[in-house]
């Protein structure tokens, strides 16, 4: 268990990171593959370890894997390595299970494949999920015209989607600890689909708050995406 009292300066960061990444097409998981010679983890962990406000790391790791240790950040006392599961929630569950929900009544969880999110943009997040006592999420609002496809012809428009409510769901999302572990506990057991973490907290009947946020805070997905976050993480060093 992770022992150390929170006063709104002090919080964890749970960064599942068991996944392969299929859609890089590349021989290693995605979050292993290098930018400026460093792996997309490394950039992710420096980063929220480099926030004033993040002490610990849980990072979520297939049993499997041999690509952490290559890293340099298996030594690290602040990074706590866990076992995951099956699918990205239950990585996530599993990471929960290791917090001391009394010392830390707060989480956040981050992409691992998301090395570009600001300091700025998580002191927004922590500052207006305290303020309002309420969880949310990095977003930011729609702004390509959304289409649906049709459900006989897949590779055909089926209709165009009202976009004025829609917004994109990025990382890092934050929520009380409790909340956030019995919500994909419920979720589980109902046989519900969860893609983030917001999704398991909608379920629950709880509310998210929409947080903007920098629409450079990308998942590296594809392999196009590489090239993308390189240039971004060039141009957020000229920003500082």
């Known amino acids: 268990m992770i022992k150390q009292a929170q006063d709104e300066t002090s919080f964890v960061v749970i960064v599942p990171a068991a996944g392969v990444g299929k859609r890089m097409l ?35 790791l297939s049993d499997e894997d041999e690509y952490f240790p290559q890293t340099g950040l ?6 706590i390595r866990v076992s995951g599961g099956r699918e990205r929630v239950d990585s996530v569950l599993n990471g929960l299970h290791t917090i001391d929900v009394e010392r830390y009544p707060w989480v956040l969880v981050h992409d691992a494949a998301r090395p570009c999110v600001t300091h700025d943009d998580i002191d927004k997040l922590i500052e ?37 409510n829609l917004w994109h769901a990025f990382t890092p999302q934050m929520y009380k600890t409790v909340e956030l ?32 946020g920098r629409r450079d805070n990308i998942k590296i997905t594809r392999p196009e995406d590489l090239a993308l976050a390189t240039f971004y993480l060039e141009q957020q060093k000229l920003e500082q």
């Not at 298996?74 to 990074?79: C, F, P, Y």
């Not at 977003?139 to 209709?159: C, L, Y």
């Open 74 to 79: 298996a030594n690290n006392t602040n990074i």
């Open 128 to 164: 207006q999920c305290i303020a309002n006592n309420c969880g949310g999420l990095l977003a930011a609002q729609v702004v390509d015209t959304m289409k649906q496809n049709s459900q006989e012809r897949p590779s055909i428009v089926g209709s165009t989607v009202d976009r004025s």
């Open 181 to 212: 572990k019995q919500a994909i506990e419920q979720a589980l057991e109902q046989g519900k689909e969860i893609t983030d973490e917001s999704s398991a907290i909608e379920l629950a009947g709880l509310p998210s708050l929409l947080v903007l």
């Open 26 to 60: 590349a021989s290693c998981p995605k979050q292993y593959l290098e930018i400026n010679n460093q792996s997309i983890l490394t950039h992710t962990i420096n980063l929220l370890l480099g926030h004033s406000k993040i002490s610990k790391i849980i990072i979520v």
